[in-house]
């Protein structure tokens, strides 16, 4: 959940509204690196083994490679190093595999997708952040820089931004019909903390121990609820009721 | 009043899913025409939408959620023009050259260190002959003392670690890491270029010395005029960042490092090309002795003429009258 002081992006469109995208920190770049490192590393032991039963004397045939081949070996290991990065990012809008699946993606500065400069810079500099061993360069960076940018970051003006999964079906879940209990007189409207908290709530109670799961909804119900005598022990009677009386008022329907 | 949230997110719910679903498609770039004013009006409306949220509803996960599908949104519909072929060939035929010519105070400055490098190699090994056991690889040592260039044995039996593969391999490393240690305030850059300067001096003079200069330059002259300066061109790219690294000038350094870093990637990346094929020159042309000498130097010579010819022709008739971007600080 982003709050004020954890680090953003501010945009600011031509429609006048402003955007506020949540920086991804060190922690998901890292991670994001090792399910790309993985990748690669899976890829070429798949690589060797092929190659070793398709040939039998491996050394042999690194000894006897001619210029061209060694050259493209070269041109082979490079691309692990640098093409795989820059082409995943180019093709798949600002998202390496890794980043894909962590849910985070490389923009410019003004929010805008990454092109083929930016990448390219990005990626070249990955050699410097990797300095001296395992990213230390980078990772001081990223704990340096306000928005977590690594020296190819600050040099190619991108930075990494997380997309959340929201779940918007929380707001448009319908109480369970026939169990809303009856109106309550003059209930004041919930500000949106409130529904925040009920929605949130709601969305955890199938989960929680029994005991738990009625003691918080009593709580939000003498908070939310504004009843009293028989119409609030008529609500706490089973969880079901409970829970579907607390739905129905945050969908200001009761 | 405002509506309450679940009744605000259930009216103008569709909207944001048929908007999700457009940017969708257009990511798998299966839009069509009318889609695409559709997706307009929707990202119009969202973003009336966001500033609605912003004011009535802050900090809740449906202010969060229209945030990043406007960002998304965004994203798709202001995006910059895309790279393609005809960008790549103007790139080469016009961008890359008069980009190295606007920045050749600092590709000079990187083929001055490169030779002050070069010559401190050579002077410490010809006047000081046991320095050529700090500067010089034990492997080429060896050799060397052999009366016999390590390079030969690469077309006939190769010892796995072979000196020359391990320079082949190194081609690449050597130019990405002479840029990008400019990060480290130009120092980095300074350091490749007269590290690698003293050790091709200090290689070279050795050999001169035990009486095989021949040798030296019949492995050295095909590939090494291209070869060298691309490194020194990556060289003054490096020098650029750590220039804007340390005199941003009028503006915020990491504004004034993006803005420099843009034009010096420029560099390095005009020299990919003819860094690979320089490679293949290097892995098939250089070693050995299937090319006698004079060919082989003549190919050097000619080829780092044509790379020269290009770098300081290519794109002059049109560039002399257009006027210098403004944001080039040097």
């Given at each position: 959940?982003?709050?004020?002081?954890?680090?953003?992006?501010?945009?600011?469109?031509?429609?006048?509204?402003?955007?506020?995208?949540?920086?991804?920190?060190?922690?998901?770049?890292?991670?994001?690196?090792?399910?790309?490192?993985?990748?690669?590393?899976?890829?070429?032991?798949?690589?060797?083994?092929?190659?070793?039963?398709?040939?039998?004397?491996?050394?042999?045939?690194?000894?006897?490679?001619?210029?061209?081949?060694?050259?493209?070996?070269?041109?082979?290991?490079?691309?692990?190093?640098?093409?795989?990065?820059?082409?995943?990012?180019?093709?798949?809008?600002?998202?390496?595999?890794?980043?894909?699946?962590l849910?985070?993606?490389?923009?410019?500065?003004?929010?805008?997708?990454?092109?083929?400069?930016?990448?390219?810079?990005?990626?070249?500099?990955?050699?410097v952040?990797?300095?001296?061993?395992?990213?230390?360069?980078?990772?001081?960076?990223?704990?340096?820089?306000?928005?977590?940018?690594?020296?190819?970051?600050?040099?190619?003006?991108?930075?990494l931004?997380?997309?959340?999964?929201?779940d918007?079906?929380?707001?448009?879940?319908?109480?369970?019909?026939?169990?809303?209990?009856?109106?309550?007189?003059?209930?004041?409207?919930?500000?949106?903390?409130?529904?925040?908290?009920?929605?949130?709530?709601?969305?955890?109670?199938?989960?929680?121990?029994?005991d738990?799961?009625?003691?918080?909804?009593?709580?939000?119900?003498?908070?939310?609820?504004?009843l009293?005598?028989?119409?609030?022990?008529?609500?706490?009677?089973?969880?079901?009721?409970?829970?579907?009386?607390?739905?129905?008022?945050?969908?200001?329907?009761? | 009043?405002?509506?309450?949230?679940?009744?605000?997110?259930?009216?103008?719910?569709?909207?944001?899913?048929?908007?999700?679903?457009?940017?969708?498609?257009?990511?798998?770039?299966?839009?069509?025409?009318?889609?695409?004013?559709?997706?307009?009006?929707?990202?119009?409306?969202?973003?009336?939408?966001?500033?609605?949220?912003?004011?009535?509803?802050?900090?809740?996960?449906?202010?969060?959620?229209?945030?990043?599908?406007?960002?998304?949104?965004?994203?798709?519909?202001?995006?910059?023009?895309?790279?393609?072929?005809?960008?790549?060939?103007?790139?080469?035929?016009?961008?890359?050259?008069?980009?190295?010519?606007?920045?050749?105070?600092?590709?000079?400055?990187?083929a001055?260190?490169?030779?002050?490098?070069?010559?401190?190699?050579?002077?410490?090994?010809?006047?000081?002959?046991?320095?050529?056991?700090?500067?010089?690889?034990?492997?080429?040592r060896?050799?060397?003392?052999?009366?016999?260039?390590?390079?030969?044995?690469?077309?006939?039996?190769?010892?796995?670690?072979?000196?020359?593969?391990?320079?082949?391999?190194?081609?690449?490393?050597?130019?990405?890491?002479?840029?990008?240690?400019?990060?480290?305030?130009?120092?980095g850059?300074?350091?490749?270029?007269?590290?690698?300067?003293?050790h091709?001096?200090?290689?070279?003079?050795?050999?001169?010395?035990?009486?095989?200069?021949?040798?030296?330059?019949?492995?050295?002259?095909?590939?090494?005029?291209?070869?060298?300066?691309?490194?020194?061109?990556?060289?003054?790219?490096?020098?650029?960042?750590?220039?804007?690294?340390?005199?941003?000038?009028?503006?915020?350094?990491g504004?004034?490092?993006?803005?420099?870093?843009?034009?010096?990637?420029?560099?390095?990346?005009?020299?990919?090309?003819?860094?690979?094929?320089?490679?293949?020159?290097?892995g098939?042309?250089?070693?050995?002795?299937?090319?006698?000498?004079?060919?082989?130097?003549?190919?050097?010579?000619?080829?780092?003429?044509?790379?020269?010819?290009?770098?300081?022709r290519?794109?002059?008739?049109?560039?002399?009258?257009?006027?210098?971007p403004?944001?080039?600080?040097?």
């Amino acid at each position: 959940m982003s709050t004020a002081s954890s680090p953003h992006l501010d945009v600011a469109t031509p429609e006048r509204v402003a955007l506020t995208l949540p920086v991804a920190g060190i922690g998901y770049r890292c991670l994001a690196w090792l399910v790309d490192a993985s990748l690669l590393f899976f890829f070429w032991i798949v690589a060797y083994f092929v190659f070793t039963l398709l040939v039998s004397d491996v050394l042999g045939v690194f000894q006897g490679l001619s210029g061209l081949g060694q050259t493209l070996l070269v041109v082979g290991v490079f691309a692990t190093q640098w093409l795989y990065w820059t082409l995943a990012e180019v093709f798949w809008h600002g998202q390496t595999p890794g980043k894909r699946a962590l849910g985070i993606r490389v923009v410019r500065m003004d929010g805008s997708p990454v092109g083929l400069y930016e990448s390219a810079v990005r990626n070249l500099c990955r050699a410097v952040d990797f300095l001296p061993a395992a990213y230390a360069t980078g990772c001081i960076s990223m704990l340096l820089t306000r928005q977590h940018r690594r020296l190819g970051d600050l040099l190619a003006g991108t930075l990494l931004v997380r997309e959340e999964r929201i779940d918007l079906d929380k707001y448009t879940t319908a109480p369970a019909p026939g169990a809303t209990p009856a109106a309550a007189g003059a209930s004041r409207a919930l500000t949106p903390e409130e529904v925040e908290l009920v929605l949130a709530f709601l969305a955890r109670a199938p989960g929680l121990q029994p005991d738990v799961r009625l003691r918080l909804g009593t709580r939000l119900v003498d908070r939310v609820g504004g009843l009293s005598g028989e119409e609030r022990e008529a609500v706490l009677a089973s969880p079901e009721r409970l829970e579907s009386f607390l739905r129905a008022r945050a969908r200001a329907e009761v | 009043m405002a509506l309450p949230l679940p009744a605000f997110v259930a009216k103008r719910r569709a909207d944001w899913d048929a908007l999700q679903a457009l940017l969708g498609r257009q990511r798998s770039g299966a839009l069509k025409l009318e889609e695409l004013r559709t997706l307009d009006t929707l990202y119009r409306r969202a973003a009336a939408d966001l500033a609605h949220t912003q004011t009535f509803y802050p900090g809740t996960d449906a202010h969060r959620f229209l945030n990043q599908l406007c960002g998304q949104a965004y994203a798709a519909i202001y995006q910059p023009p895309r790279e393609r072929w005809p960008a790549v060939r103007d790139f080469f035929r016009r961008d890359f050259p008069r980009t190295l010519r606007r920045e050749k105070g600092f590709v000079g400055a990187s083929a001055a260190l490169f030779c002050l490098g070069l010559l401190l190699g050579a002077l410490v090994v010809l006047w000081e002959p046991r320095g050529a056991e700090l500067l010089v690889p034990a492997g080429v040592r060896q050799y060397v003392a052999h009366g016999r260039m390590w390079t030969d044995d690469i077309l006939s039996v190769a010892p796995p670690n072979s000196v020359a593969s391990g320079i082949a391999t190194n081609n690449l490393t050597v130019t990405i890491l002479t840029f990008a240690m400019g990060m480290l305030f130009g120092l980095g850059t300074l350091y490749m270029l007269v590290n690698n300067g003293v050790h091709i001096g200090a290689v070279g003079a050795h050999c001169i010395r035990e009486g095989m200069a021949r040798g030296f330059f019949d492995f050295i002259s095909a590939h090494g005029p291209v070869e060298l300066s691309i490194i020194v061109i990556a060289g003054g790219a490096g020098l650029m960042v750590g220039q804007a690294l340390i005199d941003p000038g009028e503006l915020p350094r990491g504004q004034a490092l993006a803005l420099r870093g843009r034009e010096a990637v420029k560099l390095v990346l005009g020299c990919a090309p003819f860094l690979a094929f320089i490679g293949v020159v290097e892995g098939y042309v250089s070693p050995g002795s299937m090319f006698p000498t004079w060919v082989k130097a003549g190919l050097g010579l000619s080829l780092g003429a044509l790379f020269w010819g290009y770098l300081l022709r290519a794109g002059r008739a049109e560039a002399d009258g257009a006027a210098v971007p403004a944001d080039s600080a040097s």
